[in-house]
């Protein structure tokens, strides 16, 4: 069973041929995270594989990437 992911998790978060875009990021409180060019977006509850897919899908419906390729990692 997946994790869910929490405030205070640290995430490795690779958008794949967006450097830019991929890094280390902390959960806010209230499970909220603030990515480049999104904002906040709000993942309380979610498990990596359906946070990567929620990001994924912001990117591709604001527009800014087509077929996104995201990975997330929780870090220990």
Same mark, same amino acid.
């Given at each position: 069973m997946q994790q869910t992911i929490t405030a205070g998790?640290?995430?490795n978060i690779r958008v794949f041929g967006e450097d @830019?875009?991929?890094g280390i990021y902390t959960v806010?409180?209230?499970g909220v995270l603030h990515l480049?060019?999104?904002? #906040?977006v709000d =993942?309380? @509850? #979610?498990g990596v594989q359906q946070m990567a897919?929620? =990001?994924a899908d912001a990117y591709q419906s604001a527009r800014i990437l087509k077929n996104p390729d995201i990975?997330?990692?929780r870090l220990p």
């Amino acid at each position: 069973m997946q994790q869910t992911i929490t405030a205070g998790d640290h995430l490795n978060i690779r958008v794949f041929g967006e450097d @830019g875009l991929s890094g280390i990021y902390t959960v806010q409180d209230g499970g909220v995270l603030h990515l480049p060019l999104l904002g #906040l977006v709000d =993942i309380n @509850g #979610l498990g990596v594989q359906q946070m990567a897919e929620l =990001i994924a899908d912001a990117y591709q419906s604001a527009r800014i990437l087509k077929n996104p390729d995201i990975r997330v990692e929780r870090l220990p």
